[in-house]
Nanobody, 126 residues
Framework: EVQLQASGGGLVQDGGSLRLSCTTS????????IGWFRQAPGKGREGVAG????????YYADAVKGRFTISANNAKRTVYLQMNSLKPEDTAVYFC???????????????????WGQGTEVTVSS
C-alpha cells in the first residue's frame, strides 16, 4: 500500500522557519518524483517544490525560490521542505505527493500526481 505522511506544520511568525517532512512507503522511491504542494483557503492547489528520488536538480515555484529548500534522504524514504523567511501568504495546507518517472517540474500540474498524503497546516502570522 502506497503511503505518504506529511508532518511538521504549525504556527510561526512572519520571517520564521519551519521544516516539513514527508515519509513514504509502498513504492520504489528512486523511481518517483516527490512534490510538495499547498492549498490556501479559497484557492486551488499549487506546486511548491519537487525532487526526484533518483537525484538531480530540484524544481521550485517562483514564489518560494531562494526561501524554500527541498531535499531527500533516500535511506529514510523521506523528503524534507525547509521553509525560511516565511510570509503570511505562505499560509496554507501543505501536501506531499508522488509521481512515477516524471521530472520535478511536473509540480506545475498537480493533477498528474498519483499518490497523495494528508496535509499539514502551516500558518504564518503577521
Amino acid at each position: 500500500e502506497v503511503q505518504l505522511q506529511a508532518s511538521g506544520g504549525g504556527l510561526v511568525q512572519d520571517g520564521g522557519s519551519l521544516r516539513l517532512s514527508c515519509t513514504t512507503s509502498g513504492f520504489t522511491f528512486d523511481d518517483h518524483t516527490i512534490g510538495w504542494f499547498r492549498q490556501a483557503p479559497g484557492k486551488g492547489r499549487e506546486g511548491v517544490a519537487g525532487i526526484s528520488g533518483s537525484g538531480g536538480l530540484p524544481y521550485y515555484a517562483d514564489a518560494v525560490k531562494g526561501r524554500f529548500t527541498i531535499s531527500a534522504n533516500n535511506a529514510k524514504r523521506t523528503v524534507y521542505l525547509q521553509m525560511n523567511s516565511l510570509k503570511p501568504e505562505d499560509t496554507a495546507v501543505y501536501f506531499c505527493a508522488a509521481i512515477r518517472g516524471a521530472r520535478p517540474d511536473t509540480i506545475v500540474l498537480p493533477l498528474l500526481y498519483d499518490y497523495w498524503g494528508q496535509g499539514t497546516e502551516v500558518t504564518v502570522s503577521s
